[in-house]
């Protein structure tokens, strides 16, 4: 009896590239939401990032791009006008995600460890002066809606150099106007204690008094955040950017003041003061003291005066 010819085996299907690309960042949300404990923002920051990883690769195998591909991925981001910054975390974003990958035994060799990014502090971020931050913590006046509320918004991201989410987020109960300081929640929600000064108590006590009664009946239940939209909810971040670019218009500020602006010129008029770089760092909130170093390099004056005060021949 002759042997049954073999049957050819029947293809097995495989699940489209681009699909599995998506699950895999869907999957690495999950890992950085539950086993890295990262800010909600940052994840929805990173993920958005990759979206766009996701748009240049168009059908290739991301299991098989080259450092060589990579590097024209970084030159097509700088083709989209991405800011120095922004292209900073897209490379950020694509190496941590190549990790994952890595630790999830989906890719063998990790070629995205090879790529290199731009260094944040090369782009020495832009400040306002004194004189116009005084301007800009005035322009709230009574004929805006909410201006107690908005002057008050404004005086804090100054005075503690807050982020617009800290600042969304922020309690009522983190807040302590008597003992002169408010605890902010940053990113991983790791708390640190920021120091409020007189005006920035006012304003807010004012805004206590005057406006919040009147906000917060209109929500279901008591609020708990300090600044509340007029339902009587969170002010959302996206608000708080609207609210600043409204009153920097108003009084001729750049059109690129932004929340980071108000952080930014927080962090150099204090070093400019003479403040001490960790002391800096731990108003920030930031991890590593080379986050915080990108300050010295705006303030020109405060290096040149400590040169005075310890050269030999200052």
């Given at each position: 009896m002759s042997p049954q010819p073999r049957q050819p085996k029947r293809p097995i299907k495989k699940r489209p590239l681009r699909r599995m690309i998506s699950v895999w960042i869907d999957a690495f949300a999950?890992?950085?939401?539950?086993?890295?404990?990262?800010?909600?923002?940052?994840?929805?920051?990173?993920?958005?990032?990759?979206?766009?990883?996701?748009?240049w690769l168009g059908r290739r195998d991301a299991r098989q791009l080259t450092i060589q591909d990579l590097a024209d991925y970084a030159a097509w981001l700088q083709s989209e006008g991405l800011a120095p910054a922004s292209l900073a975390r897209h490379l950020v974003s694509l190496k941590m995600f190549f990790r994952f990958l890595q630790l999830e035994n989906i890719l063998e060799e990790n070629v995205a460890e090879l790529?290199?990014?731009?260094?944040?502090?090369?782009?020495?971020?832009?400040?306002?002066?004194?004189?116009?931050?005084?301007?800009?913590?005035?322009?709230?006046?009574?004929g805006d809606r909410y201006?107690?509320?908005?002057?008050?918004?404004?005086?804090?991201?100054?005075?503690?150099g807050c982020r617009a989410s800290e600042l969304s987020s922020l309690g009522q109960r983190d807040t302590h106007l008597s003992?002169?300081?408010?605890?902010?929640?940053?990113?991983?929600?790791?708390?640190?204690?920021?120091?409020?000064?007189?005006?920035?108590?006012?304003?807010?006590?004012?805004?206590?008094?005057?406006?919040?009664p009147a906000l917060a009946i209109?929500?279901?239940?008591?609020?708990?955040?300090?600044?509340?939209?007029?339902?009587?909810?969170?002010?959302?971040?996206?608000?708080?950017?609207?609210?600043?670019k409204k009153y920097a218009r108003r009084i001729g500020a750049p059109a690129s003041v932004s929340p980071h602006t108000l952080r930014h010129s927080f962090a150099t008029h204090l070093l400019a003061g003479g403040a001490d770089l960790r002391?800096?760092?731990?108003?920030?909130?930031?991890?590593?003291i080379t986050t915080t170093q990108i300050y010295?390099?705006?303030?020109?004056?405060?290096?040149?005066?400590?040169?005075?005060?310890?050269?030999?021949?200052?």
């Open positions: 999950d890992y950085l939401r539950s086993e890295c404990h990262l800010a909600e923002n940052t994840i929805l920051a990173y993920t958005r990032d990759l979206r766009r990883f996701d748009l790529l290199g990014s731009q260094r944040l502090w090369q782009r020495v971020p832009h400040v306002l002066t004194p004189q116009m931050i005084s301007r800009l913590l005035s322009a709230p006046g009574e201006w107690r509320r908005d002057r008050a918004l404004l005086e804090l991201l100054y005075a503690t003992e002169g300081y408010c605890l902010c929640h940053g990113k991983g929600d790791k708390q640190r204690i920021v120091p409020l000064g007189k005006r920035a108590i006012a304003a807010v006590r004012d805004y206590l008094q005057e406006e919040r209109a929500a279901a239940k008591p609020p708990s955040w300090l600044l509340l939209s007029r339902r009587g909810r969170r002010l959302r971040r996206e608000v708080i950017w609207e609210l600043l002391q800096v760092q731990e108003m920030l909130g930031h991890a590593n010295t390099h705006v303030d020109p004056s405060r290096l040149k005066k400590i040169h005075r005060q310890f050269h030999p021949r200052g």
